[in-house]
């Protein structure tokens, strides 16, 4: 196994530190000690403690394009690969989902409007790459509609996961999969988003004799 990078140490030692306090009681330089490096070692990856969220996040859309990446992906429906490819997201927080749910609140403050500027950033930047995990084609006028309904189904998603106790997060899988059953049904009013396999796969019309 490769060693870990000093980046990765510090977001794992911040994600520690916070289990042991909270995410509003880190201090970057709580990680330094940690670490044993000095405030500048951590302000070469980090400028503040909002980049250490950032990159979390990060690592939950590099797990995302992972799974999508795994032999099989390819074949299975297009239901079945948002909900792949979601619950990849979201697995790959759980081990730090308190945490997890308080940067998230944690933007909610008052006083915290460009970390919810940011965060709406960071929400569409995850959708982008969810579609082209999931090999959604469509273009404008459609693609609007379904942006906006792969963001609410992934925002509901995550918040229901946050408070989600069950193992394995099974309610947030059934939740998932129920969201995503009643987008399959609004789906067929927008032609320009249906699935473009479906496409390659239909047979060629009989040309007439």
């Not at 009681?25 to 400028?47: I, P, S, T």
């Not at 403050?109 to 970390?115: A, D, I, T, V």
């Amino acid at each position: 196994m490769a060693a870990k990078s000093t980046r990765d140490k510090i977001i794992d030692a911040a994600l520690d530190i916070a289990m042991r306090k909270s995410w509003e009681g880190l201090r970057l330089h709580d990680v330094a000690v940690e670490l044993q490096l000095g405030l500048n070692d951590v302000r070469a990856y980090f400028r503040e403690k909002e980049d250490v969220t950032d990159a979390w996040f990060d690592r939950a859309d590099a797990a995302m394009l992972q799974a999508g990446a795994r032999p099989g992906f390819a074949d299975m429906s297009p239901r079945e690969c948002l909900h792949r490819l979601i619950m990849a997201w979201l697995a790959a927080l759980s081990s730090h989902r308190r945490v997890t749910r308080q940067m998230i609140y944690g933007k909610f403050e008052p006083g915290h409007l460009h970390y919810q500027f940011a965060g709406l950033l960071r929400v569409s930047r995850t959708v982008q790459w969810l579609r082209e995990a999931a090999h959604r084609d469509a273009v404008l006028p459609w693609r609007a509609f379904e942006e906006t309904g792969l963001t609410a189904i992934y925002l509901a998603t995550f918040f229901y996961w946050i408070r989600d106790e069950s193992e394995n997060a099974t309610r947030t899988s059934v939740f998932l999969d129920r969201m995503l059953g009643r987008a399959e049904q609004l789906i067929r009013y927008f032609p320009g988003c249906s699935d473009p396999r479906a496409k390659a796969d239909a047979p060629a019309s009989a040309t007439p004799t």
